[in-house]
Structures are given as C-alpha cells and as structure tokens.
C-alpha cells in the first residue's frame, strides 16, 4: 500500500491518508459457452476464488469485492475472503458491461465503508493464470504512475490476417482495414479479388522480427482507472493509458470447454511455484471421505466363498474419532455397495452413503439437508469418479498414490497414502496440536 504525505494546503485529502485501492472482479451467474464458468475449477480452486486470492495477496490493493447475481458464486466469494456485492438484474444480463457492473460496485462499496475510492480495479476470474504481481503493476501504473487509466498487456509478434479483398498494399494496418471494410479494394492496394490481406503487415514484405515494432496484446486480465476519471467517463480506457506488460505464457481466457480444458492442463505447470494451502479448522464444517484407495489401499482380497476384505488403518480411525468429537460433520461416500463399507462406518459411527451412482449428487443433497455450504466442505478421493464432487466442494483433497488427474484437481495432497493414515494426517491439518 503506497503511503502519500500531504505538501500543502491544497492537497487533494486521499494524499493524507493511505489511497483506498478496490479491486471489483465481475462474476455473473449466467454464462453461455461454459456454464457455471466462474465456479469451474482449475488447479482444483474456482475460478472466482482464484482470482479473490491474487487480489488479497496484491500489494496495493485494500480491498477486493465480487459482484455477483448467483448465490453459489457468493458464497465461494465470501469463503475465499472477498466481500460480496448483489448485482442488480438489470445489470446482469448477457447485454451488460463489466462498466456498469465496477461503477455499481464502487458505489455500493463507499456507502458501506463511508470511505472514497481513489482507484478502481476491473480483475476477470475468467483469466486464471493472473498473478499478485501483475495486479501489483496495473494498479500502480495509475496509483503510483499517473495514469489515468491501465491495462494487462503481452508482447506480441505475429502477423495478424483478415478474410477481404486480397493485397493491401499499405503498410498502415488501420487504413487498409478501413478501405477493405467500406469495399475500396483499390484504395487498400488490392484487386476484386477476395481473399486474405495482412492487418499488421503488408503482405509482400515480411521484415524479420527485430526490425518489426512491438505490438502488444490485451489480455484481458486486469485494469486499473482513477476512480474519479472512470466515474466520468463511464469507460476504462480514458486520458493516458498505460499498457502494462504481463508473461505471455501465463495469458488465456476461458470463453469455451476447451479453454478450460488447456487451463486445466497448464495449471499443474503454472500453478507449480504456488505453494498448496492446507485448510485449518475455521475453513471447514464437514468431512466427506471415499472408501477404497482412500480409507483401503485400493487392493481387495476375496477368499474361496467370495467374500471380500480389506485392510484400514488405525490411524485413520482415530483422527475420525477426533474429528466426531470436534463436532464436524462427517460421511462416507462410496459408490461401491459391500457390506465392508457399511461395517467400517458402524465402528468408526459415522453416516455411509454407498452403492451411489452419482456421488455429486448425493453429496449436494446431503448438504443441503444439513445447510452446509459445499464451499465449507473437505472431500478425500484419489480416483477419476471424485473429479464431480471435487469441482462440487471448497476442499477438494488427494490422497498420495490418487490419479495423477486427480491430484491435479486437488488443492490439497497428503504425504500419505490411502491406507497408510492419509485421514489421520488430513485431521492433523484441521486439529493441530489438540488431536
């Protein structure tokens, strides 16, 4: 947070005291390409709480708001840190600007605090990769710089091409853009012909890279305006804006199944150097284990008569028994129906669901007949069929040994495997020292 020191009498009065930074980040509950977009999960956190955790760990930035029109959202909102603001239904629709939603947000959040806003951050969760650092940069480009307004922006050099009329001769991407739309086929250097011309470029020359100028891409990740210039203007580019480079490789915005599908493939790579966060006791009401490869190790012997047996560990049971008295909720959910499952739950008196097709399911309705937010809720798998109740909870958990998707999902690993006393050491994560 940047300390301003007053110089005289006519200093503005955010100059004496510390500038009230707020990071707005727009969340609708409606989305179209991906649907529940902004609860998906990646790296095994929702996309919203991904991006709540950058802000709050941004320097500058003094506080971080979510506005919201879907319940589910807020409460993911709320557990991650922020604070929640209701958008309005009719700034909610698809037709909505993130404007009208950041301007509505700023004032909400000065008439709770009774305190101004000197800048304002528009932050989408919908670029899961953003850092602490690139939050950092944006709002100080208009906090410590000057700026009036900034943005996220990665270096770029590709040649950028567009279906019209073939061969604008001109160099001036703008120009040539300009004839082509309006049809002057000849005024962007090319024939009747259509085909594709060079927007950046002119087709014919092909300059090496050095001797090219940078372009710069916008990310779309994050901006920053003087909260005074974009109550103004209503717009997040206005006055002197500055662009603010950001790593290339962390830039991707999910607009569709498969930008998720690269994020989640690239979260074990660039989520790597962020340590995992291991929940305490104030993050979590209840605990939901599997059974085989988490309480078992996964191997099942059957004698001559079919019957099967595993092996648990007394460890897993005591920290059950620990947890019981510490007044979580607890539950066993199993999609396999053996009456071994149903036996361990009898001795560990805790509640079983097993022989359950659908275990997201069953899981939802089972908090919601004990109003537990899913939000405060630690699941325990290790196999592809945890993946829906992973993406369902706030505590997604692997155990050691689990599938390598698996523990990609979760936002926790144990160092033990199922079987060996990983449940022990999950109720040694919420207990400390009073198990």
């Not at 943005?151 to 991407?173: E, N, S």
């Not at 809720?377 to 993406?391: A, I």
């Amino acid at each position: 947070m940047s300390e301003l020191s007053p110089t005289g009498p006519g200093t503005n009065a955010a100059t004496a005291r510390s500038r009230r930074v707020l990071a707005v980040i727009p969340a609708r509950g409606g989305s179209k390409g991906v649907p529940a977009k902004n609860l998906a999960t990646v790296g095994g956190e929702p996309l919203v709480a991904r991006a709540v955790r950058a802000c709050l760990a941004a320097g500058l930035v003094t506080d971080v708001a979510v506005s919201t029109d879907d319940a589910e959202i807020a409460a993911a909102a709320r557990a991650a840190g922020a604070q929640v603001v209701e958008r309005p239904g009719e700034i909610a629709g698809d037709t909505a600007t993130s404007e009208a939603a950041v301007l509505h947000a700023v004032d909400v959040c000065e008439s709770r605090s009774g305190v101004p806003v000197d800048a304002v951050l528009l932050v989408q969760c919908t670029s899961p990769f953003i850092t602490r650092d690139d939050i950092d940069a944006v709002a100080a480009a208009v906090v410590e710089g000057g700026a009036d307004s900034a943005l996220t922006v990665a270096p770029f050099h590709g040649f950028i091409w567009r279906d019209g009329p073939d061969g604008p001769a001109a160099t001036d991407g703008a120009a040539a853009v300009d004839a082509a739309a309006h049809g002057d086929s000849a005024a962007a250097g090319g024939t009747s012909d259509t085909g594709g011309f060079g927007v950046n470029h002119d087709k014919a020359f092909r300059p090496r890279r050095q001797d090219r100028p940078q372009d710069l891409l916008e990310t779309g990740a994050a901006y920053a305006m003087d909260a005074a210039g974009f109550r103004k203007s209503g717009h997040r580019f206005f006055g002197r804006t500055e662009p603010v480079r950001t790593d290339p490789a962390r830039v991707l915005e999910i607009d569709d199944p498969h930008d998720l599908a690269r994020a989640r493939a690239l979260a074990p790579l660039l989520d790597a150097a962020r340590p995992r966060v291991l929940p305490g006791r104030e993050d979590v009401d209840a605990v939901v284990l599997d059974f085989d490869g988490t309480q078992t190790d996964d191997r099942v012997l059957i004698d001559s008569e079919g019957r099967e047996l595993v092996a648990v560990h007394r460890g897993d049971g005591l920290g059950i028994a620990a947890l019981r008295r510490d007044g979580l909720d607890l539950l066993i959910l199993s999609t396999e129906e053996n009456p071994v499952v149903a036996a361990r739950a009898r001795k560990l008196r805790i509640p079983v669901l097993h022989g359950i097709d659908r275990k997201d399911l069953a899981l939802k309705q089972w908090c919601e007949e004990r109003g537990i937010g899913p939000e405060r809720v630690l699941y325990v798998g290790n196999d592809v069929n945890d993946l829906p109740c992973f993406n369902l909870v706030g505590w997604p958990v692997a155990v050691a040994g689990a599938h390598e998707v698996v523990r990609e999902a979760a936002r926790a690993i144990t160092s033990t495997p199922g079987g060996e006393g990983a449940i022990r050491e999950i109720a040694s994560w919420l207990l400390g020292p009073s198990l």
